[in-house]
């Protein structure tokens, strides 16, 4: 019965939200590849992107295509106009047999224009015998001091006192990321050839990826070696100038009606967001829309009444007879006369006696 629901619910979500569609590209333009929306800034030719940092690569070749930022290999699978793109990126692996290294690789990330976020992502190793290093790059830093290096280590001998669900730093070992970081390299050894444990943990892992779609469970040890990619999520944003920069000179403001400027929590550049009370791509000119609160489905308007619609906000009012501001959360709307012989009434039965006898 809860599951109907739900579906009803979400199905009805979903019907308003195609009702009030908006548009994501550039007139003219493309908006998915395979199975990725591309909203403006991002584009997948040059007419259609902000500039040549945005620009997707949809390659045909695979069924559905495939969506990679600029010219690299770098697997795109989400872009949010919240300023977040989400990525694939390999997982660094060292494994072992009993005679020695079997098959080891280093990958690594370098983005020409934007940045990991600290905020998503946490750097991650998995092993028992295992020690693992990122080494970063700080995007903006003064150009000498811009290498840093974190690592991660464990050691265990069993697989009993492995917790099957938490990253506890046995047999698994999880740190954050820095700010600003656009380029990474990662790299693992091990003490001992993993002999001893091989076992149940041939192999050394270690990578980057979105912290909430991690879930370190035991057989992590064994399994991830059938892992190639993992999610990371990278900032995105316009420029190098912030809000207050672009403001007071005559760069050009990529942030188009009803929409206004913000800077972004992690590297620099902004990013724009639509007013309150509108919804849409303020990247585009025209692009934020006016929500229509009154019949819109997924926000609540609190009128008990009338609502009335209103460029960015809506108004509440009562019908005839009623006073009051129509909101729920205020006084609503009480019917004039009526509700005022009542009180009368009430006074002269129940107040009145109670105070005669008082006396
Ligand atoms: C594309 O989307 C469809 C339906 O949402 C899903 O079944 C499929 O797995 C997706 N394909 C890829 C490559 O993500
Ligand atoms: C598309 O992907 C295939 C397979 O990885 C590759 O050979 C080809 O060069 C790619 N095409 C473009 C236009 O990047
Ligand atoms: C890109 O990401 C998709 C979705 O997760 C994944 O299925 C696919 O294997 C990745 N493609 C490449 C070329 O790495
Ligand atoms: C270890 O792996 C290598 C290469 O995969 C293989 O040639 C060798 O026979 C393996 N050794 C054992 C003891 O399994
Ligand atoms: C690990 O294996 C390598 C060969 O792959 C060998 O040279 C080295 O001595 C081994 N180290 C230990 C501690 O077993
Ligand atoms: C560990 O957790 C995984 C996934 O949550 C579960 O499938 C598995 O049965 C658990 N193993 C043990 C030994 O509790
Ligand atoms: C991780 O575990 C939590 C709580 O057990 C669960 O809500 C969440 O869906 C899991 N996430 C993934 C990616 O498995
Ligand atoms: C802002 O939104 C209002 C109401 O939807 C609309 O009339 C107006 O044209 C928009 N302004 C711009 C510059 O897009
Ligand atoms: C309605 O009221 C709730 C609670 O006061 C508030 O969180 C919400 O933003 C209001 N909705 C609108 C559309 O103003
Ligand atoms: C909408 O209007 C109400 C009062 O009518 C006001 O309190 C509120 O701040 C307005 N919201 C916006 C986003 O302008």
């Not at 949010?80 to 390999?90: D, P, R």
């Not at 750097?123 to 991660?152: H, M, P, Q, W």
């Not at 206004?260 to 007013?275: I, W």
């Not at 009526?338 to 006396?359: A, D, N």
């Amino acid at each position: 019965m809860l599951f109907l629901f739900i579906t009803l619910v979400a199905a009805l979500l979903a019907a308003t939200l195609s009702a009030q569609e908006f548009p994501i590209a550039r007139a003219g333009c493309k908006d998915r590849c395979g199975n990725v929306t591309i909203p403006f800034p991002f584009g997948l030719t040059e007419d259609c992107y902000y500039d040549a940092g945005f620009l997707i690569s949809c390659n045909h070749t695979f069924s559905p295509p495939k969506a990679f930022l600029t010219a690299s290999a770098i697997n795109v699978t989400e872009i949010t106009l919240e300023g977040k793109l989400h990525i694939e990126q390999f997982i660094a692996k060292d494994c072992y047999n009993a005679s020695g290294q079997t098959d080891s690789n280093i990958p690594s990330l370098t983005l020409s224009k934007f940045i990991i976020s600290d905020a998503d992502n946490i750097f991650v190793s998995v092993g028992c015998d295992t020690i693992a290093s990122l080494r970063g790059n700080l995007k903006e830093a003064a150009s000498n001091e811009n290498k840093y290096t974190v690592g991660c280590m464990s050691f265990c001998d069993s697989l009993k006192y492995v917790p099957n669900d938490t990253c506890s730093g046995i047999g698994c070992c999880q740190t954050s990321l820095a700010k600003g970081v656009d380029d990474f390299t990662i790299a693992i050894a091990s003490l001992n050839n993993h002999s001893g444990i091989l076992d149940f943990n041939p192999c050394s892992y270690a990578f980057i990826i979105e912290k909430k779609k991690f879930n370190f469970s035991r057989s992590y040890l064994r399994d991830l070696k059938n892992v190639g990619k993992l999610p990371v999520v990278i900032d995105w944003s316009i420029g190098k100038n912030s809000c207050a920069e672009v403001k007071k000179s005559s760069l050009y403001n990529a942030c188009q009606g009803n929409s206004t400027c913000h800077d972004p929590d992690n590297g620099n550049g902004y990013l724009c967001r639509c007013l309150d009370g509108y919804r849409g791509n303020p990247y585009l000119s025209g692009g934020c829309l006016d929500i229509d609160e009154c019949t819109d489905a997924t926000v609540s308007h609190n009128c008990t009444h009338i609502c009335t619609n209103s460029p960015g906000n809506y108004t509440c009012s009562c019908p005839k007879g009623y006073h009051g501001d129509g909101r729920k959360n205020g006084d609503g709307c009480i019917r004039r006369h009526r509700s005022l012989v009542i009180y009368i009434v009430v006074g002269k039965f129940v107040y009145h006696p109670l105070h005669f006898q008082s006396r």
